[in-house]
């Protein structure tokens, strides 16, 4: 509640009962969103930031609601993760995108985000290993994407998961770098095979010195810690230019590629883009 000037309470901003209701609808219609098939998966480029080359693809899903239209994962997915939806959905994503990546050539891998729900959830690494077998994707072409507030809480426990992900083959990224919490502890407890580092440090690059200084102390540490580096929202050449030069392997963003339909994923493989 809100305190107001004359010392009343409100408990809602004008508006928010409608926003209420809106997150409402949305979270029933999500509810049959997997067995209507409205659900969808596009793929986004990872590019070596030398060669130009395509390393991998990023899953990202899609979901379009007959009467609601496509509604934004940013919205929708918070939404899956409080209900605990997300845990069939991640299931049903992770089957899809191995099938998908199955069919792509040996050296290009996948990259599949996982929410702290999923991560919490008792099956997670019985249905990573039932993806990879059902589907035949070689284990050290996945790699599962998290963030640093899946590491927050109980700590112990999200090790020895991480720890029987990584027994299994997979790769672990840690995604959006530098947003969390960043208590650089559990660099050094998990070694993770790759960072992210989250695009909002990289849109303001060339031109911000703070952009230079943050990107430039990235490099250093995960030189320092042995672990590769993933830029995210790469836009401009000038940017994909300066990362290079700091160490940065790989680039994703715009400026190589959005998120494309698994058609369209299969079209690009092969072409090297330019960097
Ligand atoms: P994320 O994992 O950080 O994914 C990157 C987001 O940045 C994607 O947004 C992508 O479309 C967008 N992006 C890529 N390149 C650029 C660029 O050059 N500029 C800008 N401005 N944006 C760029 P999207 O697809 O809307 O997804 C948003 C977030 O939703 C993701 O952020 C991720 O946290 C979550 N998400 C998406 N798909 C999944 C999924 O399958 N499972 C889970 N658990 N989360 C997902
Ligand atoms: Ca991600
Ligand atoms: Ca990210
Ligand atoms: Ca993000």
Same mark, same amino acid.
């Given at each position: 509640?809100?305190?107001?000037?004359?010392? !009343?309470?409100?408990?809602?901003?004008? /508006?928010?009962?409608?926003?209420?209701? @809106?997150?409402?609808?949305?979270?029933?219609?999500?509810?049959?969103?997997?067995?209507?098939?409205?659900?969808?998966?596009?793929?986004?480029?990872?590019?070596?930031?030398?060669? /130009?080359?395509?390393?991998?693809?990023?899953?990202?899903?899609?979901?379009?609601?007959?009467?609601?239209?496509?509604?934004?994962?940013?919205?929708?997915?918070?939404?899956?993760?409080?209900?605990?939806?997300?845990?069939?959905?991640?299931?049903?994503?992770?089957?899809?995108?191995?099938?998908?990546?199955?069919?792509?050539?040996?050296?290009?891998?996948?990259?599949?985000?996982?929410?702290?729900?999923?991560?919490?959830?008792?099956?997670?690494?019985?249905?990573?290993?039932?993806? #990879?077998?059902?589907?035949?994707?070689?284990?050290?072409?996945?790699?599962?994407?998290?963030?640093?507030?899946?590491?927050?809480?109980?700590?112990?426990?999200? #090790?020895?998961?991480?720890?029987?992900?990584?027994?299994?083959?997979?790769?672990? !990224?840690?995604?959006?770098?530098?947003?969390?919490?960043?208590?650089?502890?559990?660099? @050094?407890?998990?070694?993770?095979?790759?960072?992210?580092?989250?695009?909002?440090?990289?849109?303001?690059?060339?031109?911000?010195?703070?952009?230079?200084?943050?990107?430039?102390?990235?490099?250093?540490?995960?030189?320092?810690?042995?672990?590769?580096?993933?830029?995210?929202?790469?836009?401009?050449?000038?940017?994909?230019?300066?990362?290079?030069?700091?160490?940065?392997?790989?680039?994703?963003?715009?400026?190589?590629?959005?998120?494309?339909?698994?058609?369209?994923?299969?079209?690009?493989?092969? @072409?090297?883009?330019?960097?």
């Amino acid at each position: 509640a809100k305190a107001e000037g004359k010392g !009343a309470f409100r408990l809602f901003e004008p /508006g928010m009962d409608e926003q209420l209701k @809106h997150r409402q609808a949305l979270k029933l219609a999500l509810h049959g969103a997997l067995k209507r098939d409205e659900f969808s998966i596009l793929y986004q480029p990872m590019v070596d930031l030398s060669s /130009g080359r395509i390393r991998a693809f990023e899953a990202l899903l899609r979901w379009r609601h007959p009467e609601l239209g496509a509604v934004c994962p940013t919205e929708f997915i918070p939404l899956a993760e409080e209900t605990g939806l997300i845990v069939g959905i991640g299931a049903w994503i992770l089957r899809e995108a191995c099938r998908a990546a199955s069919r792509w050539p040996d050296d290009i891998c996948l990259s599949v985000n996982l929410s702290p729900a999923q991560f919490r959830s008792a099956g997670l690494v019985s249905t990573v290993r039932a993806a #990879l077998t059902e589907t035949q994707l070689p284990t050290d072409r996945l790699q599962l994407e998290i963030t640093e507030s899946v590491l927050l809480r109980e700590n112990r426990a999200n #090790l020895q998961i991480l720890t029987e992900l990584r027994r299994l083959g997979v790769k672990i !990224a840690l995604d959006d770098f530098g947003t969390g919490y960043s208590s650089l502890g559990y660099l @050094h407890q998990f070694p993770f095979d790759k960072i992210k580092l989250d695009r909002s440090f990289v849109q303001n690059l060339p031109g911000s010195r703070e952009g230079h200084a943050i990107v430039t102390a990235v490099a250093a540490m995960a030189q320092g810690l042995g672990i590769s580096l993933t830029a995210e929202g790469v836009e401009t050449s000038a940017q994909a230019a300066l990362l290079r030069e700091r160490g940065y392997s790989e680039g994703q963003g715009y400026l190589f590629s959005e998120p494309v339909s698994e058609g369209q994923a299969r079209r690009l493989i092969g @072409h090297a883009m330019t960097v």
